[in-house]
């Protein structure tokens, strides 16, 4: 029997479950094995600009391809330098994390051979670091990656290949690594952890691994009780509600890993941590699944990617299981793993999956038998992170109410997100890269969300929200006070037997051009006839019609089996129908626009769902 191997690993690695993951290692090791080189000269680029310019897709990364970049949707080829250096970045994040397998497959074999491929990947590192020139244009400045945050990612990935190898790791490679590449490279981000922010627990992730593999105490004390250290981080930067501070769902997720991986670093090096902070960290895994909807996707406010849910970040619970040993946590890494609805990946720095497994899952899947907490399906308010869903048998209204911060923030306050019968009628689709065109022409607008612009501008601010009136499964009242300078907000979502009303009041001293938006993700049964609206087109709008003047209209939708009636009310004001941009490198959507002007504007929508029915 070979002591290095971890018999419950490999166990678990034999199954089924782990063969595609297992398969999946071993080629990503075999490739960089056998292809891997880099050069300090080059340097690393944004990763947000590995996106096409046309329609924002994701590019298609390929290892072998560094000079030309394809998008999959349109199939437009790039070959410009910011996106042979954001390609750069890429490979590199998936060198240091094809040590991370090369480290798993070595706990779950035995074999030496794949510790002896972690000594390669980081070996070259250590030996180059001093000649990675330090550069960046976005957070920070990176050496081996082009900002501060994503070099602490290459770090805490580098940390746990050699935690997870060190049993087969030569002691005097581990001190040339902590010599020549950790500590160098974590006294250069920490200058840079300057306040609550999801970078600044990412650096401390990455400050408490180096601390455990060089025996640092002084590194280990600034990330777990500095100023801007982990217990201050989570007092700090969370709300009462248990989210993270920036009210968007992929960064509080984003942030959870950085403090999950604090966490599991803490407790190899044997640190005390604050009960207070663990107990915050605990919960923030628990707010998500009761603000999910029932396929377990995820509402999307704010900076984000599109089309993530709960299965996106599976990987971060059985983490969280593994690290809190609840059955509450056993029981909500259960019920995600089994949900069927397909659900996005995230395209930087994202885990290792295959076939729906995760290495977080096969490193640290846990035996706890699971418990039900009772946290997915009710309707449920989040007053200080201004979010709430509201529930009935047949319909989920997502609201976000208000923000609390500009950071990463959407000029969406009031936004609704709709599901009926289990499938979206109306999503957020968050945005593409920040450095596409389409990011800030149409994602980050007030038009590419279901809430109200005046005059053509954006939601010039960024203040909370409140609530007036909640009753959970039935009705929800909001009020935004100063949503303009002058201007006040109200917005009612009352669920009824079939459907829901809404209604969006807008009051000022000042007369305003309103424009209410509303995006379907279904098809009209039958597009009604009128006239072209150029004066409505602009980035992300297409095709805008300007229906015949009249009190009340009424639509018909089908979204798959499920069929949707619309009756509008705008007090006399004009209807118009266009196509709007959907997901990123997805289809499109459907966009009801209401325009009318005046200082005191009142807009109404009624839906009705039925399942199985047919348009009438």
Partial sequence: MNPCRDAGLARRAESVEFRPLMERMRADVAWFGR??????????????????????????????????????????????????????????????????????????????CFAAHVEKILGYYADHYNEFVPHGEASGLGRITPQMLDEAVFLVRAVCAVQLARPALDPAFVRRVGRDLLLPAARFVEPQKKTIHNISCWINACLMGVGLVCEEDVLVRDALYGPTGFAEQVRRGVTDDRFWFEGSLHYNFYTIEALL?????????????????????????????????????????????????????????????????????????????ASETPQAGLPMGGPLTAGGASLEQLLYGTGISPGDGGLFGASCNFPASNYAMLRSGRVEVFLKYGHRSPSHAHPDKMNLEVHAFGRPVSTDPSNCGYAAPLCGAYYRRTCAHNTVALDGADHPTTDPGFCEAWEPGRLIRVRSPQAYPGVEFVREVRLTEEGFVDVFEVSGAEEHEAEWFFHVQGELCAPPAGEPARDCARPGIFDPVRLPSGGVVTLCWQMGPVTGHQTLQSDGGEVVIARSAGAPGEGGRRLVMLRTRGRNVRFRQEWRFTRGGACY
């Fill in 261 to 337: 991986y604090t966490m599991l670093f803490a407790g190899q090096y044997g640190a005390a941590l604050p009960e207070d902070a663990c107990r915050i960290v605990y919960e923030m895994m628990l707010a998500p699944c009761r603000l999910a909807f029932r396929d377990m996707t995820l509402p999307n406010p704010n900076d984000g990617w599109p089309g993530i849910g709960l299965r996106t970040y599976s990987y971060l619970y059985e983490l969280a299981a593994f690290l809190f040993a609840e059955p509450v946590l056993a029981d909500a890494a259960r019920r995600i793993r």
């Fill in 35 to 112: 292809n891997f080189r880099d050069d300090p000269a080059a340097l690393s680029g944004w990763g947000h600009h590995y996106f096409c310019d046309e329609d924002g897709a994701l590019l298609q990364y390929d290892r072998t391809s560094p000079g030309a970049h394809r998008c999959p949707r349109c199939g437009k080829v790039f070959t410009g330098r910011a996106y042979c250096e954001a390609w750069r970045y890429l490979y590199r994040y998936e060198a240091v994390q094809s040590a991370c397998e090369a480290a798993a497959l070595y706990r779950v074999t035995g074999d030496a």
